[in-house]
């Protein structure tokens, strides 16, 4: 059954793309634009994606490479605010 009807994707594709570690809406959106058109999906890709474990959490509390391709980069939050302060 399609989700996102803008870009034909379909649950088995969300299922997928959460299975190699995407835990968010926007994590889906990045990894195949589902919910970046009208959002219209956005409520069923949550639904979809329910509040299990997430493989790409996991990964990153061990501080290993995220599951998506991308590294994590694990900055403490007040790093994070000095930053921001400083930009």
Known sequence: MYVCSCFGITEQQVREHADKGACTPRQIASACKA????????RRIQALLGRGACPRRELT?????DVLGADVALIPASAAADDRAAA
Request: glycine share 24%; charged share 30%.
């Open 35 to 42: 919910g970046t058109d009208c959002g219209s999906c956005v």
């Open 61 to 65: 509390d061990r501080g290993e490479s």
